[in-house]
């Protein structure tokens, strides 16, 4: 089992940046593919980035894509993601999320959530 505990967001304005960080606590890190995900008022929760045990794949949502990126340090059981160009769309609640083994794109699929950090971006 693993605990999921995210920092690093705030208000920021837009064309800004952010670096989230999610720290992981309990049994081998190393063996979890991390993801990020993200919900906004009344909307659903949607796949931000994800990345394998080894940090040597990564995977974005579209509306992401060249703006965030998503890394793991094994030796600090953390993973990030670094958020550039930040539009107001991108205000939501962000989570990081692990499962066991292999990357995954549904929130289904991990077993394991932080309480979130919320990041707000004004116009």
């Known amino acids: 089992q693993v605990q999921l505990v995210e920092s690093g967001g705030g208000l920021v304005q837009a064309g800004g940046s952010l670096r989230l960080s999610c720290a992981a606590s309990?049994?081998?890190?190393?063996?979890?593919?991390m993801g990020w995900f993200r919900q906004a008022p009344g909307e659903e929760r949607e796949f931000v980035a994800a990345?394998?045990?080894?940090?040597?794949?990564?995977n974005y949502a579209d509306s992401v894509k060249g703006r965030f990126t998503i890394s793991r340090d094994n030796a600090k059981n953390t993973v990030y993601l670094q958020m550039n160009s930040l539009k107001p769309e991108d205000t939501a609640l962000y989570y990081c999320?692990?499962?066991?083994?292999?990357?995954?794109?549904?929130?289904?699929?991990?077993?394991?959530w932080g309480q979130g950090t919320q990041v707000t971006v004004s116009s």
């Open positions: 990345i394998t045990i080894s940090g040597d794949i990564t």
């Open positions: 309990g049994r081998a890190f190393s063996s979890y593919a």
């Open positions: 999320a692990a499962r066991s083994y292999y990357m995954a794109y549904r929130d289904s699929a991990y077993n394991y």
